[in-house]
C-alpha cells in the first residue's frame, strides 16, 4: 500500500495537529503553515463528523455533511492520516471538534500543539457569527486534549494568539522549535483573499482573516466587553488562565517577565489553602479586589505552629484573633468552632501534622464597593487558613545578628500594638533596615528610645542571672513571650518586665528573641556588638531545651492524626 502510494507521488506524512477553541487566529496561522514548501494543510477535516454527532445547525450544514467525510473514523484514518505530497500536513482542529467515539490515534499520534486566546476577545468576536457557548467555546475539550497528551508523556506546546499579533516572528520561532521542525520566513506573509484550502463555512468566518497578509497587532484598546456573556465569561476565564500557565512565554504586564522563583521549601509548591468556606490549590487561592484586607490592610491574624499531630496554644492563638476582631469591631465574625474546623480541615487535607506553620488570617472581609468604611462590608469576614511546610526560620544553634532600626515601634497613641493586625507597613520598614544591614532582624524602639521587640518577634536578656523582657506597652504581647516568661518561673530563674533601654541590651550577658514561627532564637551581635561571649549562653539553652520538650507535650491534637 505504501509503495503503491510511492508510485502516485504520495508518500506518508507527519500530521502537525493545531488545537483551538474558534476565534483564535487559527486560520492565519493555517494561512501561515500552508506558505511552507514542506507543508499541505486541512482546513479542520472534523468538522462534519462534528455536525453530525453533535446535531449543531449551521446555515451550510446540509452542503458541509455532503462534501466533507462526516464519518469521524473515515475522516481520521483516510483524511488527516491518508497519504500526502509532502513531508508535513497541518491540520487545523477546533476543540470542539473533539467528540466521544473518534479514534484514539487522532491523539496518540502526530505532533500536537495549542492555541489560545483570552475568552475577552474570543467571545465579542464570535458573537458577530453565533451565538457563544459554553461547548461552543471549547475550552473544557482543550483542557481534555492538553490532559490526554499529557499523560501519554506528550504535553503540548502552548502559544497564545496575543503572542502571535504582537511578536509573530519569535512566536513562530519557539513554536517550530517546539515542533521540531525548521523555521521558514515564508510563514510571515500569505496573499489577502480567500484560498482554496479554505473550508466551505469561509463566507460566514473568515471576512477578516481574508483581508490579512500577515499576523498584525492588534487594537491597542478593545472594545467594551458584551455583558450579556459575563457569566460565560466567568466559567470560561479559568480554563484559559490554567492554559496559559503552560505558555512559552505568557502575555505579561512586565516586558521581560521574572524567572521562576524558587521555593524556600519546594515541597510548598502543591498545597491547598482554605479562603472563606473552600480549599482552593496554591495559584488559586485569591482574595478578591474588593476584599478589606487589600483595600487597607484592614484584617487581623495569626501564625501557629504544628508539632507532633498537635497545634501549639491553638485556643491561646485564637483568644488574641477574637480579641484583635473585637477591637478592630468586625461583625459577622465565623465563630471559634468554625475556625478551629477550617484549621484541622486545611491541616488534614494537606497531610501536615508535623514541622508546619498556619498563617491564619481573618480579614473584615469583601465590601460592596471600595472604600474604606467597614459600613461597606456587607458580606462577613474572609478567613484564610494558609498551612505551609516550614522548619524554624532563624539559626537556633549558633544564634542570630540583630541591628537596631531608626523606624520607632507604633505607639498606644497611633495604632496599638496589642491588636495583632496586618497593617504591617511599621514592621516592614524595620525589617528593610534589618535586611540592608544582613542582620536576621531589626530591633525597635518605642517613642522614647526604649526597647519595643524585633520587627517580627519579642526580646528578652539576661544580666547577672536576671531574665528581663520589656512591658507589653508598644510590642505585641507574644503567645510564645508569655510561654517563655512561664518557663522562666518554673525553670527557677528571676524574672522582670520594665522599660529596657538599648544599651542594656548591648551590655547584657544573653540575649534571645521568641515568635511561634521562629521558637526562641539566641541573638549572638547586636549593631556590630557581641552579646556576652559571642555565643549562645546557658539560659538561652536551657530555655530552648525546655521549650522544646513543651512543644512535644502540649497542644491541641489534630483529629484523624495517629502515631505510627
Ligand atoms: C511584631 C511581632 N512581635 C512578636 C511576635 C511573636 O508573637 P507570637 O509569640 O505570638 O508568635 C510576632 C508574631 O506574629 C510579631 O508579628
Avoid at 227 to 255: A, I, T
Wanted: charged share 25%; glycine share 6%; with cysteine.
Amino acid at each position: 500500500m505504501a509503495e503503491l502510494s510511492m508510485q502516485n507521488g504520495e508518500v506518508e506524512v507527519e500530521v502537525i495537529h493545531s488545537w483551538s477553541t474558534p476565534r483564535t487566529l487559527s486560520t492565519s496561522l493555517m494561512y501561515s503553515f500552508a506558505q511552507r514548501d514542506d507543508m499541505e494543510v486541512l482546513d479542520e477535516p472534523l468538522y462534519a463528523n462534528f455536525l453530525r454527532v453533535t446535531g449543531f445547525d449551521r446555515p451550510y450544514r446540509e452542503e458541509l455533511l455532503c462534501k466533507m467525510e462526516a464519518d469521524g473514523n473515515k475522516a481520521v484514518k483516510e483524511v488527516i492520516f491518508g497519504p500526502g505530497r509532502k513531508k508535513y500536513r497541518f491540520c487545523k482542529h477546533i476543540s470542539k471538534q473533539w467528540v466521544p467515539g473518534l479514534p484514539t490515534d487522532l491523539i496518540k499520534k502526530g505532533k500536537h500543539f495549542i492555541l489560545i486566546r483570552s475568552p475577552l476577545d474570543i467571545l465579542p468576536s464570535f458573537e458577530k457569527i453565533v451565538p457563544p457557548s459554553f461547548q461552543e467555546i471549547g475550552l473544557a475539550n482543550l483542557i481534555s486534549i492538553y490532559n490526554e497528551l499529557s499523560e501519554l508523556g506528550r504535553p503540548p506546546p502552548i502559544i497564545d494568539a496575543a503572542e502571535l499579533q504582537e511578536n509573530p516572528e519569535a512566536t513562530l520561532r519557539g513554536l517550530c522549535e517546539d515542533l521540531d521542525i525548521p523555521f521558514q520566513a515564508l510563514m510571515l506573509k500569505w496573499e489577502a483573499g480567500p484560498k482554496p484550502i479554505d473550508g466551505i463555512w469561509a463566507p460566514w468566518w473568515y471576512k477578516s482573516v481574508h483581508k490579512s497578509t500577515g499576523f498584525e497587532k492588534g487594537r491597542k484598546y478593545s472594545q467594551p466587553f458584551p455583558f450579556v456573556h459575563y457569566d460565560l465569561l466567568e466559567q470560561c476565564l479559568p480554563l484559559y488562565n490554567l492554559l496559559c500557565r503552560g505558555v512559552r512565554k505568557p502575555s505579561c504586564l512586565l516586558k521581560s517577565p521574572l524567572p521562576r522563583p524558587n521555593l524556600p521549601v519546594p515541597a510548598n509548591e502543591k498545597l491547598l489553602a482554605w479562603v472563606g468556606d473552600e480549599l482552593l490549590p496554591r495559584d488559586g487561592a485569591k482574595v478578591s479586589v474588593f476584599d478589606s484586607v487589600v483595600q487597607g490592610g484592614d484584617s487581623v491574624w495569626e501564625g501557629l505552629r504544628v508539632y507532633s499531630g498537635k497545634i501549639f496554644k491553638l485556643d491561646e492563638h485564637l483568644d488574641r484573633l477574637f480579641d484583635s476582631a473585637k477591637a478592630l469591631a468586625f461583625t459577622n465574625v465565623p465563630t471559634r468552632e468554625e475556625v478551629k474546623e477550617a484549621i484541622f480541615r486545611t491541616l488534614i487535607r494537606n497531610g501536615m501534622f508535623d514541622n508546619s506553620h498556619i498563617r491564619l488570617s481573618l480579614t473584615r472581609g469583601k465590601k460592596v464597593t471600595s472604600g474604606m468604611s467597614p459600613e461597606f462590608n456587607l458580606y462577613g469576614c474572609t478567613l484564610i487558613v494558609l498551612a505551609e511546610w516550614k522548619p524554624p526560620v532563624y539559626d537556633n544553634t549558633s544564634g542570630i545578628t540583630l541591628v537596631t532600626a531608626t523606624t520607632r515601634r507604633n505607639s498606644p497613641n497611633n495604632l496599638d500594638s496589642k491588636i495583632h493586625h496586618n497593617n504591617l507597613l511599621n514592621n516592614i520598614l524595620a525589617k528593610i533596615e534589618g535586611n540592608s544591614a544582613n542582620a536576621a532582624d531589626a530591633i525597635m524602639l518605642d517613642k522614647d528610645g526604649y526597647v519595643s521587640e524585633t520587627n517580627a518577634t519579642n526580646i528578652f536578656l539576661v544580666k547577672k542571672g536576671r531574665v528581663i523582657t520589656p512591658h507589653a506597652d508598644y510590642c505585641l504581647p507574644g503567645i510564645t513571650r508569655a510561654t517563655v516568661m512561664d518557663l522562666v518561673v518554673k525553670e527557677k530563674l528571676e524574672l522582670e518586665e520594665r522599660r529596657i533601654s538599648l544599651s542594656e541590651f548591648h551590655t547584657a550577658d544573653e540575649v534571645w528573641t521568641t515568635g511561634t514561627m521562629g521558637e526562641l532564637s539566641p541573638v549572638v551581635k547586636i549593631d556590630g556588638r557581641d552579646v556576652g561571649d559571642g555565643k549562645v549562653g546557658p539560659v538561652t539553652r536551657r530555655l530552648q531545651n525546655a521549650y522544646k520538650t513543651l512543644t512535644q507535650d502540649v497542644g491541641v491534637p489534630i483529629p484523624t492524626y495517629h502515631v505510627t
